[in-house]
């Protein structure tokens, strides 16, 4: 079975100041994965995701994420992290080749943005 | 863009009614999904929805829950009596052949 472990609770960055937001998957073969961003009694916003290619992919927003096979990671970045960026960041992880299949997401980061 | 929306944005109910949570994914996606989230856990997969049946459901999805699409565009959830755990946040998604899920904005439920 697929799992997602997202390894920091909270974190609290000043504004301006890089984030790395750390995301570890369990699965059998090369997976989908995906980072959302849950602002504060919102939905889930799609950020970026890797299906296939190059392991370092852009999203919206700034971001980017590094697919590592090796490490089963797939860590979010952003060099220079906005007071606006404050929010809940879900990794998850979908079955390749599964059209349709369930999203596992892990527990969240709660990103705290300090001015 | 087009987007996923969800009816009503928040529903408060008596322990044992039912209640019924409204989706419209977007227009031209196959698949559909409904996730729940607890407050302060994670997201939960609840079921899963192709070609007009369900193709997954979770441990969660027992007898209680029932899913529909009772036309070209709505995407319905039902709870039949609903429980004090059953609060939460409860998510729709869609996805077209691209494996990406888009979420809509939810639907909060308050069982008193």
């Known amino acids: 079975a697929q799992s997602v472990t997202q390894p920091d609770i909270h974190i609290t960055v000043s504004e301006g100041a890089s984030l790395e937001l750390r995301c570890n998957y369990s699965?059998?073969?090369?997976?989908?994965l995906f980072w959302y961003v849950q602002s504060p009694g919102q939905g889930l916003q799609l950020l970026l995701k890797?299906?296939?290619?190059?392991?370092l992919v852009q999203g919206i927003k700034g971001f980017e994420a590094e697919f590592k096979r090796s490490q089963s990671s797939f860590n979010l970045r952003k060099p220079s992290v906005h007071w606006s960026d404050a929010a809940e960041y879900f990794c998850?992880?979908?079955?390749?080749?599964?059209?349709?299949?369930?999203?596992?997401f892990g527990t969240g980061t709660r990103l705290a943005v300090r001015p | 863009e087009p987007e996923v929306t969800q009816t009503p944005s928040h529903q408060v109910t008596q322990m044992g009614q039912e209640v019924i949570l409204r989706c419209v994914p977007i227009?031209?996606?196959?698949?559909f999904y409904w996730y729940r989230q607890i407050l302060g856990q994670k997201v939960e997969f609840l079921v899963s929805?192709?070609?007009?049946?369900?193709?997954?459901k979770s441990e969660i999805f027992d007898d209680q829950f029932s899913v529909e699409r009772p036309d070209g565009s709505n995407f319905t959830l039902k709870i039949r009596s609903t429980k004090l755990e059953d609060s939460a946040m409860y998510f729709c998604?869609?996805?077209?052949?691209?494996?990406?899920?888009?979420f809509g904005p939810g639907t909060r439920l308050l069982v008193l």
């Open positions: 998604a869609s996805g077209g052949q691209e494996e990406t899920q888009y």
């Open positions: 699965y059998g073969a090369t997976p989908y």
């Open positions: 890797y299906f296939s290619g190059d392991t």
């Open positions: 998850a992880v979908g079955a390749r080749g599964s059209s349709g299949d369930k999203l596992t």
């Open positions: 227009s031209n996606h196959l698949y």
């Open positions: 929805f192709y070609n007009n049946e369900i193709s997954e």
